[in-house]
């Protein structure tokens, strides 16, 4: 079972963080990458595989390769687990 997230990047940032959920529901998350050659891409699918404790090829950018604005999919895990690590971010 997996879960679709709606992340906000802002890339060339100085620290690489999940900084909290925005008002729309969407997580904000600064990366040390810039967004060249999918660098930002790489490190958002480490940082997030970090955070909700799967492998990183347990996650996925399905929308939004190339925009601020991403949709991700996050395999192997349910709604309540996602739930629970967005609030302890």
Do not use: C, W, Y
């Amino acid at each position: 079972m997996g879960v679709l997230v709606t992340v906000r990047v802002q890339p060339g940032a100085r620290r690489t963080e999940v900084v909290g959920t925005l008002a729309d529901g969407s997580l904000k998350v600064r990366l040390t990458a810039p967004p060249v050659r999918g660098q930002a891409n790489k490190e958002l699918v480490r940082l997030l595989a970090g955070k909700f404790g799967v492998p990183e090829s347990a996650v996925r950018i399905v929308r939004g390769q190339s925009s601020r604005v991403k949709i991700v999919s996050v395999e192997g895990m349910g709604h309540t687990t996602a739930a629970k690590t967005e609030k302890g971010v």
